[in-house]
Each structure stands twice: as structure tokens, then as C-alpha cells.
């Protein structure tokens, strides 16, 4: 069982690939097995989110719940306090 398999919405990632590398961002869907959507409020915004590969991201196991989450300045907000 790969590590990843185990992420949830609202879970903290840091992307460790790719022009968003080092970047901070929140898993706001599991697509399949290999494939998340990622949002950080800033560059990827909650319209639309980025798709990355799973095994390009570092898991945090902070979760952070979406439900109350509706716009991109909560979404910054979060994540400032993690950076």
C-alpha cells in the first residue's frame, strides 16, 4: 500500500514537483488512485483547482474542514498560518 493512498479532503499537501514546488496547498478532491485537486487560494483558486499526481505531493496530517470554506480568502487564511 503506497503511503499517499491514505489522503482526505481538506488535507494539507506541499507539492515537491513541478512550477508549484514548495507551494502549500489543500486537497479539495480525490480523483482516482494516482490524482488529487489542489487549491492554495492564490495561483489555484477554488473555480479552478490544479490536478496533480499524488506521489508529487508531501502529505501533512493537518485536515482542515471544507465544509464552512467557500471562497479563496478563507482558503489564504488557513494556509498563511502553515508557511
Known amino acids: 500500500m503506497n503511503q499517499y493512498n491514505d489522503l482526505k479532503k481538506g488535507q494539507l499537501v506541499r507539492s515537491i514537483r513541478g512550477r508549484d514546488k514548495g507551494t502549500i496547498q489543500?486537497?479539495?478532491d480525490l480523483l482516482d488512485d494516482s490524482h488529487v485537486l489542489v487549491v492554495d487560494?492564490?495561483?489555484r483558486k477554488?473555480?479552478?483547482?490544479?490536478?496533480?499526481?499524488?506521489?508529487?505531493?508531501q502529505r501533512y496530517n493537518t485536515i482542515i474542514d471544507l465544509t464552512d470554506v467557500?471562497?479563496?480568502?478563507?482558503i489564504r487564511k488557513i494556509l498563511k498560518d502553515f508557511k
Open 26 to 28: 489543500v486537497v479539495i
Open 46 to 57: 477554488l473555480d479552478t483547482p490544479k490536478k496533480k499526481k499524488i506521489k508529487h505531493l
Open 70 to 74: 467557500d471562497n479563496d480568502c478563507k
Open 41 to 43: 487560494g492564490k495561483r
